[in-house]
């Protein structure tokens, strides 16, 4: 065999050796916590316990019992699941090669949109996710309305009819806020023949009961989108919030004439180090410029949080205000900001009213509660897809509240599906 | 295991040779092969690890009883037990996999409703009953004599480079290599560079193509241009060939690594001149098996009949070739079909398609390959309708179902590539450049390398979800 044979045979088998070598030398990545990915990375001895159990056994001398598992284990597939999620989250160099090969994407897609005039192109080859160059913004494509979206909204439509009917003492109020999927102003409309183009809302609006507020906060323009929403994420920058904050507001003002003050931020404050890298940047790894993270500061009513009726402190606001948090690029600041919960967050402050609210929303949402908490004395939060079970008629029986607020967009608002859906 | 994961290229596959070859006794070689190719099926599909258990023994034993009949020339007995031996075979794999078929046919004949829920089918169950039954008629046939020992015989049946899709080998192909496993450096090096090459066919080219084909093939035909359902088209031809040929090419590699020659499966298929050529070069193993075992022992048993028996010949072999790639209506059609234009090839088409230009010969059989996948791909026979609408542009060139609504415009580039490795261009090349010393080889063996580590980009990415927090 000739020399570069050799060489070519060595190299080949040094590579595929390398993943077993680095493993028995007890080579690990530097954080088991993958950021990017918000996951903690498998590793094979904390994939099975079982298998712990099993050498027990045959510590003990129990050689059947420990065949047994360590079979039913094997046949059952979990371990050569957990096993391959293991190699591969393991593999050195991971992330810099993924990184690699998103680049050749990139250039890909760059080289098949380079005959076309598009303002808008692919972020990636896996997301569905875009990206409008000259903005340095990422987008999600248009939302689809076809019949079954027409039934899903007939369906919420139904059910808000009911509940309102059912309830007629409090005050329902739905704020929707248009986002750019489901807009007239999304650029890739005229790609999508089912594009919802704004549709959904017009439908929805001459269909809804006149027992219930509406409130929209539109989006006339790419202006519009830029000035409210971040560029690598899917949620509001603070200036969208304070303005579906003031929509509200005038919206829950309708029923409630002695509502206090609105609230005004006293600044607003951007933290000097933070470059957000958000979900959509996370998803496509896209190397795109972060946003700004940008919050308000002003004096804010005290309040006993608890979720699921346990107290406790549910975001980091304090925290990153004193100058304690972290700028690890991808760190999702957005939820570790403004906070999240598990299951019916309740917000009980000192203020002068005894009135009470009910806010059915998802993320867009978490952020309004504590400004909306400074109008009551008890304000509820459920987001429907971590309490699959929550039905109104039961949350009423067991907490007075006067005004119900159904806020957020086309899905929490009007589509009712397994995950999103509004049981009176 | 998918040859592609992390997994087996890490891990199983430099384990493997290992034990394969530090083993001193080369006896006990097919004894590894035996373990680590059960450890190879079990890791993906352990359910069924009996049904191998199950598949060598009838084998394996009938074959015994063959040889000691045959021995005993008690040549009646020896049919019956061949006769047994395939249908013991026929009797595992149409259980499998095609009992729901013929019960949803008695149902739609019968008035009457059969509560049967399809078990999940054993992988490679076609393949490594059809290896049997090869096994057991080239015994009767005295082919080869029956394999004695059950560790030898069982590295045949069950040899884990071929266990899930073939080829499909016949036991006098490997036999001496399975008699003294050797480990020939050369042939190791040809291997790495096979497998390497298949990695990259299966993973770059073939798997970003299915990314655009599910896209395409998932979506309303009555509303899709021509365009999209010309690439879809084009695309999916050029797919479904890299894909399988890929696999080929990497169990033929690995078959190598090991000391195996296991048989070709491809020839460049897309370049062939009539669709008999086209069966002569794609998956020549089972076109192999179709004409060995049920072609040619029809025409024997038909001789004396004059009309149209070679048609009709090929019609029930195409028809169960069609039948053997699923337990479907589309398969069976797609297999007619193939039936229906071999016949009229065999009529005295293809003498005269002999005497036209080579470009419409090349033309004639490309399109009528295309078309058949459209049979093969699309399992809803009642969407085939449309599909060929929007081919010929009944919903116009460009309709709502476009490049960009599906979001699969990035993926045309990847057809320049997918052309060019199913045609015989790159492999010359390669070829070319490997017989000769100097720069030319060293650069090639530097592509080599530089193709494996850009592949496993493509593997890692693939498992890179980022999470959307969407629980938030």
């Given at each position: ?31 088991q ?36 598992l ?21 593999f ?22 380079a ?29 689809i309305?076809?019949?079954q ?8 439509l ?6 309102s ?13 248009e ?48 000035a ?10 603070i ?29 607003l ?11 959509l ?13 940008t919050?308000?500061i002003g ?18 606001r ?51 509660i ?23 008629s ?6 007075s ?24 | ?45 352990p359910?069924?690890?009996?049904v ?12 015994r ?6 021995n ?36 739609a ?8 829920t ?5 992988l490679?169950?076609?393949f ?26 069982s ?24 008699a003294q ?8 090096m ?10 990259a066919?299966k993973?770059i ?11 395409i ?10 365009n ?79 009309f149209?028996?070679?048609q ?10 069609g ?17 229906i ?10 003498k ?12 004639y059989?490309?399109?009528l ?5 459209i ?30 609504s ?7 580039p ?35 390398i ?5 592949t ?17």
């Amino acid at each position: 065999m000739r020399k570069i044979s050799r060489c070519f045979l060595f190299t080949f088998f040094i590579i595929i050796l390398s993943l077993p070598v680095y493993w028995l030398l007890g080579g690990k990545p530097a954080s088991q916590v993958s950021i990017v990915e918000g996951r903690v990375l498998a590793l094979p001895e904390k994939s099975y316990p079982t298998l712990q159990i099993a050498l027990d056994y045959i510590r003990e001398g129990q050689l059947g019992d420990a065949f047994t598992l360590v079979w039913n284990l094997y046949t059952g597939g979990s371990l050569q699941r957990k096993f391959d999620a293991a190699a591969t989250d393991q593999f050195p160099l991971r992330m810099p090669l993924i990184h690699f090969s998103k680049a050749f994407d990139r250039q890909t897609i760059s080289l098949a949109y380079a005959f076309s005039n598009d303002a808008v192109v692919s972020a990636d080859m896996t997301s569905n996710i875009y990206i409008i160059p000259n903005e340095e913004a990422l987008i999600f494509p248009p939302g689809i309305l076809d019949q079954q979206g027409y039934t899903n909204m007939d369906e919420r439509l139904i059910n808000y009819d009911q509940i309102s009917s059912l309830y007629p003492n409090i005050n329902f109020n739905i704020y929707y806020v248009e986002t750019l999927a489901y807009s007239q102003v999304h650029p890739l409309n005229r790609y999508f023949a089912n594009a919802d183009k704004g549709q959904a809302i017009e439908y929805f609006k001459s269909n809804l009961t006149d027992r219930i507020e509406l409130g929209v906060m539109p989006l006339d323009g790419m202006k519009d989108q830029l000035a409210n929403f971040y560029r690598t994420d899917h949620h509001w920058n603070i200036y969208g919030i304070l303005e579906a904050y003031n929509g509200i507001y005038e919206l829950l003002k309708q029923n409630f004439v002695n509502i206090s003050e609105k609230f005004t931020p006293d600044e607003l404050y951007t933290f000097p180090d933070i470059e957000f890298l958000g979900s959509l940047a996370r998803k496509t790894l896209y190397p795109i410029t972060g946003d700004p993270f940008t919050v308000y500061i002003g004096e804010l009513a005290n309040c006993i949080v608890s979720d699921n009726g346990i107290e406790g402190k549910y975001d980091c606001r304090d925290e990153y205000l004193v100058g304690n948090y972290q700028t690890t690029p991808y760190l999702d600041h957005y939820e570790l900001f403004f906070g999240t919960q598990t299951g019916l967050l309740e917000y009980n402050c000192e203020t002068t009213t005894n009135r009470s609210i009910l806010v059915i929303g998802d993320s867009y949402s978490r952020p309004l509660i504590p400004l909306i908490a400074q109008h009551y004395q008890q304000t509820f939060f459920v987001d429907l897809r971590q309490v699959p079970e929550f039905t109104l008629s039961n949350f009423l029986n067991d907490h007075s509240v006067e005004d119900v607020l159904v806020v957020g967009d086309y899905e929490v608002v009007f589509i009712d599906t397994e995950v999103w859906s509004i049981h009176p | 295991m998918p040859f592609s994961s992390i997994t087996f290229i890490f891990l199983f596959l430099p384990i493997t040779i290992i034990l394969f070859y530090v083993i001193p006794r080369k006896g006990w070689r097919n004894l590894v092969l035996v373990a680590t190719s059960l450890v190879f099926f079990a890791w993906s599909d352990p359910q069924h690890i009996h049904v191998l258990f199950i598949s060598i023994m009838i084998n394996y034993f009938m074959g015994r009883f063959l040889d000691r009949t045959q021995n005993q020339e008690a040549s009646k007995k020896a049919k019956w037990l061949m006769w047994t031996g395939i249908i013991l075979n026929l009797l595992l794999l149409g259980f499998l996999k095609y009992t729901g078929f013929f019960l949803n046919i008695i149902e739609a004949i019968l008035p009457i409703t059969i509560d049967y829920t399809q078990p999940t089918l054993p992988l490679g169950i076609s393949f490594f009953t059809f290896s049997g039954i090869a096994y057991l008629l080239d015994v009767y046939n005295k082919v080869n004599p029956a394999e004695k020992n059950l560790i030898t015989f069982s590295s045949y049946l069950i040899m884990f480079p071929k266990l899930l899709q073939g080829p499909i080998t016949r036991f006098i192909e490997i036999k001496e290599d399975l008699a003294q496993p050797k480990f020939v450096p050369l042939d190791m090096m040809q291997g790495v560079r096979r497998f390497i090459g298949g990695l990259a066919k299966k993973v770059i080219l073939a798997d970003s193509l299915s990314m655009a084909t599910n896209q395409i093939f998932s979506s309303n035909f009555s509303d899709m241009g021509a365009n999209v359902a010309w690439f879809g088209l084009i695309a999916y031809t050029l797919q479904i060939y890299l894909d399988f040929s890929g696999y080929t090419d990497m169990a033929i590699g690995i078959g190598q690594m090991l000391g195996f020659k296991l048989p070709e499966n491809f020839n460049f298929p897309y370049i062939s001149r009539s669709i008999s050529d086209f069966w002569r070069r794609w998956h020549m193993t089972l076109g192999g098996w179709f004409r060995i075992y049920l072609f040619i022992p029809l025409e024997f048993a038909r001789k004396r009949e004059k009309f149209l028996r070679q048609q009709s010949n090929l019609l029930i072999v195409f028809l169960l070739t069609g039948f053997w790639h699923g337990a479907s209506w589309n398969f069976v059609i797609w297999g007619i079909y193939y039936g229906i234009i071999l016949a009229i090839e065999a009529s005295g088409f293809a003498k005269k398609l002999k005497k036209v230009s080579p470009i419409f010969q090349h033309a004639y059989a490309l399109v009528l390959i295309v078309i058949g996948w459209i049979f093969f791909r699309i399992t809803d026979i009642g969407s085939w309708g449309s599909f060929f609408g929007a081919l010929i542009g009944a919903h116009g060139w460009r309709s709502a179902v476009t490049f960009r609504s599906l979001n699969i415009l990035f993926y045309i580039p990847f057809l320049i590539p997918g052309i060019l490795f199913s045609l015989p261009f790159m492999h010359r090349l390669a070829e070319k450049t490997k017989s000769k010393e100097g720069v030319g080889r060293i650069v090639l063996d530097i592509v080599y390398i530089l193709l494996f580590l850009f592949t496993l980009t493509f593997i890692l990415s693939k498992g890179f979800t980022a999470f959307m927090y969407a629980e938030f």
